[in-house]
């Protein structure tokens, strides 16, 4: 079901240039996070490799520890010393980078070195959620793939198809927001959707509560130990989503909004300010946003942000 779902040119286009051995050394997918870059370049190293790659001994992928920002440089060198290596089953070893953007100076750097001379037997396969954060050395020498968002409707029909419930369905399709990763991630673990709606219920809760209350939140993700940096970013993308969903609702646009669920919240608080404001507030928080990604402050970021809130 994973391969089926969204990309179909890019899946037309990798068949067509594996069948006419018309294949380039090395490849970036560009787009959001849980937008099924990972399933895709998982789908391309079982075209390109002739089997399941999972088990497959010509299949390489940089070891990236989910809770560290940064890759050390040992994996990163050790992933190029197996690059070196020739195939042992087959015409190609794929190599596979799941998150580029967490590469060091030094990575990019060794990686640099094998973008400029590439061994013959070796396909790359790197993703990452923007061009943004890559230097453009790097960038100039990967041919880049954009991931667009899988449309609504055409998402809930593959989840009811994979055994979803037509609400269920819906409900998926509209919180995934066009990222098939996160769709498929909540049907199989359903208890993960429902965190991720209590996730969106106490946002909402917390935009309506006094700022003593907010201010004691942060108590609550201020420190490492209690909230990585990874999972407040992610976090933080979360509330964003909410924000949006609250000025599509002033706007008079519920179709598009990602939490349906929280209707009769979103329109409480889409009436308790105008669309300037909640338009600044999402400023604001993106700005908070970028903040901790530069290892600001937490504690005065987060308040600083929940000041803004019009409420």
Known sequence: MKDSIGQKAWRNYF??????????????????????????MTWLAGLLLGSSPLEHPDYVVLSQDE????????????????????PIAGEYRVAVIQNLERLSVQGYNALLKTLEEPPRHVILLVAAE???????????????????????AELAKALQAAGATPPQADSMAAAAMGRVGAAVGWLHQPSEFARHQAEAALFAKLLRQPIGDR???????????ACTRIELDRLLGHWLIILRDVALTAS????LVASPYLKADLE????????????????????ARERIRTYANRRLTLNTFFLTIPL
């Not at 294949?23 to 996070?33: D, E, Q, V, W």
């Not at 809770?67 to 020739?86: G, H, K, Q, W, Y």
């Not at 943004?132 to 609504?152: E, G, K, N, Y």
């Not at 201010?215 to 130990?225: C, M, P, S």
């Open 15 to 40: 068949e067509r240039a594996h069948k006419q051995h018309a294949l380039t050394h090395a490849y970036l997918f560009i787009g959001p996070a849980q937008s099924g870059k990972g399933m895709f």
């Open 67 to 86: 809770a560290t920002l940064v890759t050390p440089i040992e994996n990163v060198r050790t992933f190029m010393r197996i690059l070196e290596l020739s």
């Open 130 to 152: 923007s061009l943004d954060q890559l230097p453009a050395t790097v960038c100039s020498r990967l041919q880049i793939c954009r991931f667009r968002p899988t449309p609504r």
């Open 215 to 225: 201010f004691a939140y942060t108590e609550t993700i201020a420190k490492e130990a």
């Open 252 to 255: 008079n646009q519920p179709g």
């Open 268 to 287: 409480v608080i889409a009436r308790a300010a105008s669309m300037k404001e909640w338009l600044l507030t999402i400023r604001s928080l993106e700005l």
